[in-house]
Each structure stands twice: as C-alpha cells, then as structure tokens.
C-alpha cells in the first residue's frame, strides 16, 4: 500500500487549455478502455459548462504513471471563479501552470501564480498551443519569467521545468521541435518535480473538507485532502466544525478517485485526496480528525467578494405562472444551499423581507447562479450589480481591478476614451508587432459594470477583455451611468407589429410582436437619455375591410433578445431583471408610472429646459 502519490492543480487563464490537457492525460494513462468514446474536455461536466464552454466548478480526477498515483485538480479559468482555485491549492503540492503560447501571461494567470506561489507550491511551466500559427513561446516564456520576477518569486521558484505542449494532441515536448509524440515528458516532470505529500500516515487523523460534490446515488460527497494520518472505513472519528464544537461521526463509505471514477476504499492514508459519502451536514473547510486527540486545521481563507446584488421574490404581474418556487422561503432556502458548495458567496439580509443581497466576485460568476436556479424552476428578480465598498481607518475604500484589453491597433483612441470615462488608467501598452496591442488598465471594479458588452461593440466585436481584482483604493466618486432611458410600457397588454413598427425608430427594442406585457416592464433602450411611456398593445384601427393582409406587411427591425449577463449589464438602479424559468424581462422597480419617482436623466433635462 505503500504507493506513491503526486497532488497538482491546473492553473491558468481561462481558455489556457486546462481541461483539454487533463482529457488527454487521462486518456494516455490507460483511463479509458480501448475504442472508448469520450467526450471532448470531459471533466467540464455539467450542463453550464458544456453549452459555454468554461470550467465553472474545480474538478478531482486522478491516474496512474507507473507507480506513481497522481491526483490531478481541474481548475476553472475565469476570474469570477477564482474561489475554486483557492481552495484546490489547499488540496496539493504543486501546480502546473498552463500559459497559451500565443497569448501569454494574462491576467487570471497572474492571479492564480501569485496565489500558488503565496502557498509555497513549486510550478511546472507548460506553454500550450504551440500548434498555433501564431504561437511565439520564447517571448512568452520572457514574459512568464518577467511575471515571477514581479510577483517576487525567490530563486527556487524562478527555476522552474517547462514543458511545451499541444494539448489537443496529446503531444508535449522538453525542447520544442524534438520528436516527442505523448505526454510522457509532462508526466515525467510533474513526478520528478512536485514534491510527494508529506504527512504521517501514523500521525494524529486530519482531513480537511475542501469541496462538497453530489452523487446521485450516495447523496452528499465531501472532498478532502489527508494530512496526517489514516482513515478505516466504519471508524468512529470527530468532525471539528467551524463554529470549533466537535461531533462525532462514523465513517460509512470511503473512496479514492480514479479516473471518472471512484473506488471504493477500506482505508485511505495521508497525501491522499478521497471523497467520504454519508457524512451530514459536514462543510467545507471543516477537519475530520481524532476523537480523543484533536487537531483541527486552520480554515480556508478565501479573498472576499467584491460585488453585490439583490436577489428577490418575483412581484411582477406575470409572476407565478412559469416558475415553482416563487416564494421568500424558497429563495432563502436555496440561497442558503448554495452557501454550503459555493465558498466564494456570501448572503446577507437586505431591506425587505422579501429579498436577500447576495455577494460574489463578478458579474459572471452571479449569472451563472441566476442561470441554475432558474433551470431548476426558480422565479426571481435581481437588481444592478454594486461594488461591495469598505471602510478603513475612517476612509471609503473600492475595489480595483487588473483590465487587461487585446485590440486591434486602430482602436485604441475609442478605447482610451471609454476607459477614462470609467476612471481606468494606464499601465502598459505593448505591441506584439502583429497588428493588435494589448493595454494594462487598472480600473475601480465599478468601471467595469456593462464595460464588456460596450467595448465589443466599440471595437466590432474584436475586443479581447481580461480583468481581475487587484485589492482596493480610496473611493473615487459617482460615475456615469448608462446615458439612455428606457421604452417602457404604460399599460399591460400583448404587443402588437403595428405598435412595436411605429416605436422603433425611438430606440431598440427588446421584444416582439404578441409578447405579454406589464405596465413598467422595459421593451426597448430609449435613444435619448430620458425614459419613455410607450403603448406597445395599440391595434391599427380596422376600417370595414380586412386589413390583417396591410398588418403583414409591417416589416420590423428585429429586436434585440437580451441574454440573462447583457440584461444584467443593461439595468439602472431603479429597475430590475425579472427571471423565470422561461423568460427574462426588464422592468422599473416602480411599475405604476404615477407612482415612480424620475430619474437623474429626467431631472436634469428638466434643469437644463429651465435654464
Ligand atoms: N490549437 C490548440 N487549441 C487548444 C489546445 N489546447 C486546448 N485548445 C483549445 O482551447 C480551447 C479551450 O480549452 P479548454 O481546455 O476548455 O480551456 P480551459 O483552460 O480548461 O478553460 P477554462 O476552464 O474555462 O478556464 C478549446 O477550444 C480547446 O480545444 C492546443 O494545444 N492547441
Ligand atoms: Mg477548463
């Protein structure tokens, strides 16, 4: 039993190709049986993931080279995700670090070095996509040598072994050009340089819980890392809880990972990573330790969340009729489910009973919990995304973030403009020579609100938009907010082509024809910066004959279908997303056009009329 173990994490900016390295690892370990049809990036296993692409959630799997079990963690790129790549790093003993040869170090990539490097965890550098046409991996290289450098690595750390990979291909190479044709070079530097797990296999018991999965069929699984000791299946050990009371628990079912699977497990010993089934209520961060000799471990420290958002019960006239849970109960029941798995999120109780500020590190990562909840039949409405301000020593403090923009050359004068408006300022301009540039930002988080969706557009969509919160400055002031008011409809009804046709030269619209609507629910982006009351119910008057043939030949501009993240991205302060299972609507907070206060645009407007 005495087997070898080697415990790393893949980190990387997202897209890096993480994910894609670990299927073909796993598929040249033997994982998979011969002819075995397997998914492309298997391990992005839930359905979120597969329609978009990213890792959301940080994933175990582990293989065997030789004799050597190495327990690999799959790590979620985005930086709205970062949480996940906290805590995997509390599970190992060194990371690969992944960088695309062609794009470089960017910011996620410093973000999760740093932490990595924090933590004391020795690298293996693999530049991937050196299959791209465009692939320069002796400047990348420079510039990862120059990001260690500026994240202060002492002189161990700077030597570290690089590996060049195709990822796609299974392929990685020591020097590139040589004639490799598998990973064998990667396995064979991960063993020879991540360090074994150290811990006493006859020390004091200590696990410690760092992620929570669910099974089907065993109910609630808690991943953790053993750092001393050994664990029987049908011990009697104690749960140190966070709140310091320890219970007693008995071990029912124990496995160790393999594969896509897991094995079942009589006993488990120190440098493992295994999943325990069984186990009420336990959470992450907790220890599982002796009974008679406690040693719980210090708790997780994750960085706290940097945005906020108000979640509450759907109050529209349409609410009820497409989702199940629609109550103030079940969205603090959920909430408080979420809580359990997702360590990054806070909750905390906002003014009304009816709704709940829910806090996090980015606007993605909010969608993303939106986007299940209303999967799993949830209605609810949610309010524009605010920065978590702080106090300290008596000053207001903001988040700022890294902003790292890749564009083409010939739009950095529109670039520049928008940024400053956001108070984003200059760091670094670099020019790779291949027609784009890349410009440093550091740029409060507030800036960043609907910046993304701007930017494509400013640049056709050519934009490449990384960020990452860097800590926090002194509070800058008010800034802009969107410039335009919103169409919304002044009494309920279903839209008609002949309504919709005469109002969409005022803005864009956001619905179509026969779509039912409400008094104070938003149809369309006003071009001006006030908000209108529109009637989009108006039917054309019918002369005696039929004119159904004249509505048919009303040709609309196609609206724009808001997608759940631009929604979000699109709504003021005084209006809210309306989200069910089936719909996504815009609407003011106040509904009834006599009651609702005016807006700053309006007020203005009016100020200036005077004058
Ligand atoms: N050309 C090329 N493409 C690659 C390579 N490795 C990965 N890709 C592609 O890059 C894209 C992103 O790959 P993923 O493996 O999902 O990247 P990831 O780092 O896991 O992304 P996140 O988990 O979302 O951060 C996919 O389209 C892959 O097919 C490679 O070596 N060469
Ligand atoms: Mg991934």
Redesign the pocket.
């Known amino acids: 039993m005495n087997k070898q173990i080697r415990n790393i994490a893949?980190i990387?900016?997202?897209?890096?190709?993480?994910?894609?390295?670990?299927?073909t690892m796993l598929r040249q370990s033997g994982i998979f049986r011969a002819n075995e049809a397997v998914v492309?990036?298997v391990?992005?296993s839930n359905d979120l993931?597969r329609e978009?692409?990213?890792?959301?959630l940080a994933k175990n799997t582990a293989l065997f080279f030789h004799d050597t079990k190495i327990n690999i963690v799959?790590?979620?790129?985005?930086s709205d995700f970062g949480g996940e790549v906290e805590r995997a790093l509390r599970m190992v003993d060194g990371v690969v670090l992944?960088v695309?040869a062609s794009e470089g170090p960017l910011p996620?990539t410093r973000y999760v070095l740093q932490k990595a490097l924090a933590a004391k965890l020795p690298p293996v550098v693999v530049l991937?996509?050196?299959?791209?046409p465009d692939a320069r991996p002796e400047e990348v290289l420079n510039e990862i040598y120059d990001l260690f450098i500026d994240l202060d690595a002492t002189e161990d750390q700077l030597d570290f072994p690089i590996v060049y990979?195709?990822?796609?291909?299974g392929v990685a190479h020591r020097k590139i050009g040589d004639d490799s044709r598998d990973l064998l070079p990667l396995f064979e530097a991960i063993v020879a340089n991540i360090p074994p797990p150290t811990g006493d296999p006859a020390g004091v018991l200590q696990l410690q819980v760092t992620n929570l999965d669910y099974s089907d069929f065993l109910g609630r699984l808690a991943i953790c890392r053993v750092f001393n000791g050994r664990l029987n299946r049908g011990e009697e050990v104690g749960i140190s809880k966070l709140d310091g009371r320890l219970i007693s628990t008995k071990i029912t079912k124990l496995f160790t990972f393999r594969g896509l699977e897991r094995d079942e497990a009589e006993t488990v010993v120190a440098g493992d990573i295994v999943a325990i089934a069984g186990v009420e209520g336990i959470q992450i961060g907790e220890t599982l330790t002796s009974l008679e000799d406690p040693a719980p471990l210090e708790p997780l420290i994750i960085d706290e969340p940097t945005l906020a958002m108000v979640f509450s019960v759907n109050s529209s006239p349409l609410s009820g009729r497409e989702g199940n849970y629609v109550t103030s109960r079940d969205l603090r029941d959920r909430l408080a489910k979420e809580l359990l798995t997702n360590v990054s999120i806070r909750v905390e109780d906002a003014d009304t009973p009816e709704s709940f500020r829910v806090l996090g590190r980015g606007e993605l990562q909010l969608a993303i919990l939106i986007e299940t909840m209303r999967r799993e039949g949830f209605e609810l409405m949610v309010g524009k995304p605010e920065i978590v301000v702080r106090t300290e020593n008596g000053k207001k403090l903001e988040p700022v973030e890294r902003l790292v923009i890749d564009i083409p050359e010939s739009f950095i004068g529109i670039i520049m403009e928008t940024i400053g408006s956001r108070r984003g300022e200059m760091l670094k301009m670099s020019n790779h020579g291949s027609g784009r540039v890349r410009l440093d930002f550091k740029i409060p988080s507030r800036g960043l609100i609907g910046l993304r969706s701007q930017l494509l557009t400013d640049t056709r969509g050519t934009a490449l938009i990384h960020s990452i919160f860097e800590g926090w400055m002194e509070y800058g002031g008010d800034m802009a907010l969107r410039p335009t008011g919103a169409l919304v409809a002044d009494r309920p009804g279903v839209s008609t082509a002949y309504a919709l046709w005469g109002l969409q030269e005022r803005g864009e619209l956001f619905i179509g024809p026969v779509i039912e609507v409400y008094e104070g629910m938003i149809v369309g982006e006003n071009s001006r910066e006030q908000d209108m009351e529109v009637n989009v119910t108006k039917e054309k008057k019918l002369t005696n004959m039929r004119s159904s043939s004249a509505d048919e030949a009303i040709r609309l501009i196609p609206h724009r279908q808001l997608s759940l993240e631009q929604a979000i991205e699109f709504i003021a302060d005084d209006e809210f997303v309306e989200i069910t299972p089936k719909s996504i609507r815009l609407r003011k907070k106040v509904l009834q056009y006599n009651k609702r206060p005016r807006r700053w645009q309006e007020i203005r407007a009016s100020q200036e009329a005077a004058n």
């Open positions: 893949i990387a900016h997202v897209d890096h190709g993480k994910t894609t390295l670990v299927d492309e990036r391990m992005d993931e978009r692409g990213i890792t959301i799959d790590t979620p790129g985005h992944l695309d996620q991937n996509k050196i299959d791209r990979t195709n990822a796609r291909a």
